[in-house]
């Protein structure tokens, strides 16, 4: 394989990176042009299909797939929804994207609306990007006056507009579907799929979500085709029918105890161990203990299992949850895994929508018992009643509408399953005399009034 | 009739959406947006108002801002808002210490504005600057790395300069 050639991050370090003066002088909107004038949409959906591209949000679901899921024969708009609320803890390479190469992203945008015969894109960005917005706003503005957006895109009678829209700071307006919902003004609760939002989405129209990094893949695979595409990364395995492979380049995020946190851009399939060099080791001459695999929903690994490449399919033989958004978080030596747990229930008990009972009461009763064991009332049972809510939490036990009881799950399984000598320890440690019995439950006043 | 808190400017400022949306009530968080920027929070009667202007019940408005996190109703931030993050990779690298010193030094809980009005301090979830833990959003300025020294000398500026300060210290940094 020919040696890999950083792409998405080509630009960024260039003075000015983020003007379209600059991005055209490196080739940027050739792609576009090219596009506009030889390829009809479909060709676009094929291309995309046929270069395996599946999105980066987080679930991995193959892009020209879930574009093929529009409807044929359109009886009124399809709405293009631009997921850039970026929350997963851990996760920043879509800021790095609209702050430092907004072109490259609106190329990819333009491309995948033409390619769904979409009018309108809604450019659904977090509040927390102050900057990322400035940018945009002013990337979109000079598209406008470039004719890369409005009516009659270059000529080509093609017309679109693309409106940011601020979020207000909820994780789970990154579900696609309660994004869609906080994009209609409501609160954001997550809609029961089927329908899909192919079908049914925004406004009730047929919607596609896509994700920043995806979109800006798309431009790439314009200007390079799919076979460029399909010879980076990890082929599918010939003993899985159902994965079609881990294709193309990637943001990986690094963070948390190592030497130089940063976005590194690498083919899918690099491994945790790997990325950790690439990121000068863990910091301080320590060793790791544990890492967040692709975001905080995605469980743990092992320092053992480091040997785990991130992509599609690898992470799950770790017992992790998935690839995610590829955001490695690494965890030190001397890090309290009870710490780790408390401060990801904390987060998830406060990202909950509260739709659903079991999401909204699991969430917060696991924050209760995480805080009762670090304030040393733990009980050695208490592990058994978390791992028992971690197992029924989410949908793939089937109890929720959407994923984040999974990934509020699956940290609690994985470090509770993985380290549980550490939690144990701690217990004993911090409660001794209680840790054996039940804590008495002081009987509620109602009962006993009388 | 209570007095009106939405500005003409406010109001030709939401009605200049209406055209991006298919309805009206997908303007509700854009101006909501318009509100908190201009009064730096909610207050019921601005939602009644928002409510007549969008055509939807007041009940409606109060249920979507309701669900988010940023928008006071009770009185206004501090012309310096400050966003902790206290997600794990800030965490991992001391955000707890940074939020309990620079809630120390300002003398008040998180989610609470200082008697003078002028800091509010916030807890965030992750602000997706990871590589910068621990990290702060001080308005619309990113301050990158931030130890206790650092956050506390950074509050006193902000304290003096008030909203002015607003230069992002952290452009990311190409790897």
Redesign the interface.
Known sequence: MAEFEPVL?AN??RDGSHTRAVYEAAGGYTALKRVLREMQPKHVVELVKRSGLRGRGGAGFPTGLKWTFLPAELRG?VYFCLNAD???????N???LM??DPHQVLEGLILSCYATRATTAYFYL??????AWKRMQAAIDECYAAGYLGSNILGSGYAL?V?L???????ICGEETGLIE???????WPRIKPPFPAVEGA?RHPTVVNNVETVACVTHIAARGAEWFRSIGVPPDPNDPRDPGSFGPKLY?????VE?????EAPLGLTVRELIERGGGVWQGRRAKAA?PGG?SMGLLRAEEFDCRLDFADPARYGCLGLGTA?V?V?DET?SLV??LH??CR?FA??S?GQCTPCREGTAWSLRILERIRAGRGRLKDLDLLLELGDSLGIIPGTTICGLADGAAWSIKNAIRKFRGEFEDHVRRTNPGGYRETNPVPALEILTAH | MAERVLTDEMLAAIRALFP????R??????A??IVLEGLRYVPPQAVVELAELLGLAPA?IQ??LS?????PQDRPHGPTRV?VC????C???GAEDLLRELCAQAGIEPGETTPDGQLTIEI??????????PCL?A??A?HACVSREQGAALLDRLRRSGAADNQ?VS?????
């Open positions: 991050l960024i370090a708009p970026e929350s997963e803890p851990g996760t920043f879509n800021r790095i702050e430092s977090r509040y927390e990007y102050p900057l507009d409106y829209h601020r979020g207000a700071g909820a994780y906080s994009l209609e003004g409501k609160r954001a406004f995020c690094l963070s948390g105890h130089s946190p940063g976005c590194y967040i905080i955001a978080v965890l890090a710490d780790f401060n990801s987060f406060h990202e929508c | 991006r949306y298919p309805t009530q997908a303007v509700t968080l854009p909501l947006h409606q249920d979507t669900f988010y996190g940023i928008f966003w206290r997600s794990i990779s965490a991992l690298r965030a979830e992750c602000l997706g600057a990871c590589e910068h833990a959003l308005n619309d990113l992002t452009e990311p940094l190409p790897r």
